[in-house]
């Protein structure tokens, strides 16, 4: 058997891969020629995808910063991105230090670069899980290590329900997953949606199926995608377009909505 026929899926130079196709998005250099390929297919019907990526960092310092003025100091990565220069952890700890994050992910090449980069020290860790699996993600001895499940947590899941239809269940485990959590807990996520862009939707999801070797499901509108926060209080100002969810200056809705892309941040009473 060939050294590239062992390699784990996702590692393979030649298939394009979500995780490098994002860093690709960020500029970064993390990425081969397919990955760059694909990317560029989505960015032949959409120019706007690179900036998407900027506005989904920002949203997720911006959540994190209101997460610790709430008193929330454990931080649960879901599908963790390939490594920036400003990771979650980092931006919690720059706010209060004593912080513990838990990156998790499923991709072989987002874990790898998460094993390596992101799990730095003893507040810190990343191991292998997915949301549809809740109850093996939050029992994993790694994660229950570092996560105290008595307290509240936050689980931020950026940019990974959209890739998964209907069908395996998506809804159902994020309930399961939250229904584990403690009072005071909290579930942030972004989530693609086309209602302003119908004209690419099936496009671009095609673009994704065949990277992710997925067929089925199909891209959904910010209203399907809310039921995600199903039996959670959602926070000021719900589930929006990412670059209006608060911040430092107001978005006017042309603008915010050329990202099309929505989050939210919501509080489990």
């Known amino acids: ?51 998407m990526g900027r506005h ?21 990565h879901v599908g963790s991105w390939m490594p920036t220069q400003r990771n979650l952890h980092e931006v919690a700890r720059s706010l209060a230090p004593e912080s513990r994050v838990a990156y998790v992910a499923d991709d072989p090449v987002a874990l790898n670069h998460a094993r390596a980069f992101l799990a730095v020290d003893d507040r810190t860790t990343a191991v292998e899980g997915d949301i549809l699996h809740p ?12 996560i105290d499940l ?11 329900l959209q890739y998964i239809p209907d069908e395996d269940g998506p809804f159902e ?18 989530h693609a949606v086309f209602d302003t862009r119908p004209d690419i939707a099936e496009r671009i999801a095609d673009i994704y199926r065949k990277v992710l070797d997925k067929p089925g499901g199909g891209p959904r509108t910010r209203d399907q995608a809310l ?11 719900g589930f929006v377009y990412v ?18 892309v929505v989050a939210g941040l919501a509080r489990k009473p």
């Open 1 to 51: 058997m060939s050294e590239a026929s062992q390699r784990p899926a996702g590692l393979s130079a030649g298939t394009p891969n979500v995780a490098r196709m994002n860093d690709y998005f960020l500029g970064g250099k993390d990425n081969f020629a397919a990955d760059r390929a694909a990317a560029e297919k989505v960015l032949a019907l959409a120019p706007e995808a690179k900036a």
């Open 56 to 76: 989904v960092q920002a949203f997720r310092e911006n959540v994190v910063r209101y997460l610790v003025e709430q008193g929330v100091g454990q931080f649960v």
């Open 135 to 146: 109850d093996e993600l939050l029992d994993d001895p790694g994660l229950r290590k570092l």
């Open 150 to 160: 008595d307290r509240p947590v936050a689980v931020l899941i950026f940019g990974t």
């Open 173 to 190: 485990s994020v309930a399961r997953l939250c229904g584990r959590l403690p009072s005071g807990s909290y579930l942030g996520l972004t």
């Open 227 to 237: 039921r995600f926060f199903d039996g959670l209080e959602l926070v000021e100002p």
């Open 243 to 260: 670059r209006q969810w608060r911040p430092p200056a107001p978005v006017p809705d042309r603008l915010a909505q050329k990202s099309w």
